[in-house]
């Protein structure tokens, strides 16, 4: 039993009392009896160790704080070095010297003050980390009640109608939200449930699950991951991570591939019909041996700003369920034949203005050039062929004629 059980009316002492002076002195609180007018009239090392000072020097003195009966205070304590203490104060009535006093008890609580601050901002540190964070996060207690969430969970909830944090904030049990979902999308609820569940219990290390969670403007798709808690207070650590671009980025990079190998399997046709072709064009006229782009770059830039021109026309003709006009794509042909343009010409153009179109259009659009272009090049090959048949049979005028023109 402590001295502070005593009984109030439980009198400390008689001086001549050395066995209970003993007892007090080596108790490990500090204990001070103060009379009614506040004078410190005993005190044991442990309370003169507490306060800072000497026990000669405090006896007789004013002791200089507040003396209520109450169960418990704290009192800062400022000592002449210039160091500080926080001591936690328990007061009962007693009597010293047949007068009535009170019995203070003191103990030093300054090590476990500046643990629990230490803790306290250690949290605080964190949260401030967590709430940086994009990722939606929440920690479930053990049975699936909610008892904190960061700012992105919080601002989440309320940009999608849970103004009030009713159903998704502190206090809500999320193991019940997830049993009694409803709607699109809620095919998943069970498995959660079930996953967190398996996690809390020990079955799991941990649990993830991509899911959609469309809104009415775009597509939206997350991964959600549960992981234990462990220790005193056991539960579950909730994380929702928006991985929305990452599934874009990814099927962009999946397209991407497959335009590349429809690109190569397109340059492998035009590959195969510039050796069907170079046989029958090389009847009618010779062709020359270096490629357009080196011996007239003019002329092919030229040709790859009207073919690029006309693939966005044939766009917009498809868009409109209309052929291009055939004048435009056989002008074109016919120009080419002018600068003696071999089916080889004819694939770089088509790439090059392809390649310019696409560079900076979304894969979908890069699609639609791929597409649209392979039509667009196997009809100019027919073009500049029948040019050249033409021209073998004497239908044309004289092929020096334009050949300084523009294309």
């Known amino acids: 039993m402590t ?44 309370a003169a160790s507490i306060l800072g000072r000497r026990v000669e020097a405090l006896v007789g003195q004013d002791f200089g704080y507040p003396v209520l009966r109450t169960e418990r205070a704290e009192i800062d304590l400022h000592h002449p070095d210039g160091t500080h203490q926080i001591a936690e104060m328990r007061v009962v009535d007693t009597e ?37 964070l994009t990722v939606h996060l929440a920690v479930l207690d053990a049975t699936g009640t909610i008892v904190a969430i960061n700012d992105a969970w919080r601002a989440f909830a309320r940009e999608n109608g849970d103004h009030e944090l009713r159903h998704t904030g502190i206090g809500v049990n999320y193991f019940t939200v997830c049993q009694h979902a409803n709607g699109e999308h ?5 498995p959660v449930l079930k996953g967190m ?32 808690l462990r220790g005193e207070r056991p539960g579950l650590l909730i994380a929702h991570t928006n991985v929305t671009e990452q599934r874009r980025m990814a099927r962009a990079v999946a397209e991407a591939e497959v335009l590349r190998e429809r690109l190569r399997a397109l340059e492998r046709e035009l590959q195969n019909f510039d050796r069907i072709s170079a046989g029958e064009l090389a009847q009618s006229r010779r062709i ?32 409109k369920q209309t052929p291009l006009p055939v004048a ?14 071999a089916p080889r010409d004819v694939v770089d153009l088509h790439l090059a203005a392809v390649r310019a179109a696409g560079a900076e259009a979304p894969p979908a659009r890069q699609h639609a050039y791929l597409e649209e272009g392979r039509l667009l090049v196997l009809e100019l090959m027919g073009h500049l062929a029948a040019h050249y048949r033409s021209k073998a049979v004497g239908r044309t005028g004289d092929p020096d004629d334009t050949t300084s023109g523009q294309i």
Not at 186 to 190: I, L, Q, R
Not at 214 to 223: K, L, N, Q, Y
């Open 3 to 46: 001295i502070m059980e005593l009984n109030t009316k439980q009198v400390l002492v008689s001086t001549d009392d050395s066995q209970l002076r003993q007892i007090v002195a080596a108790n490990a609180d500090g204990i001070l009896v103060v009379d009614g007018d506040g004078v410190v009239r005993f005190l044991n090392p442990a």
């Open 96 to 132: 010293w010297e047949s007068g009535p006093a009170q019995l203070v008890s003191l103990r030093d609580i300054t090590e476990h003050r500046r643990a629990q601050q230490a803790l306290r901002d250690a949290e605080a540190f964190n949260w401030a980390i967590l709430n940086a």
């Open 186 to 190: 809620t095919n998943e609820a069970s």
């Open 197 to 228: 569940r398996d996690v809390l219990v020990g079955k799991l290390p941990l649990f993830e699950l991509e899911y959609p969670c469309h809104s009415p403007t775009e597509e939206r798709w997350f991964v959600l991951r549960v992981v234990p």
């Open 288 to 319: 020359a041996a270096v490629p357009m782009r080196q011996r007239a770059p003019l002329a092919f830039s030229q040709g790859v700003e009207r073919y690029r021109a006309l693939l966005e026309e044939a766009l917009q003709y498809r868009a």
């Open 328 to 341: 435009s794509l056989r002008e074109l042909g016919e120009r080419l034949g002018t600068y003696e343009a």
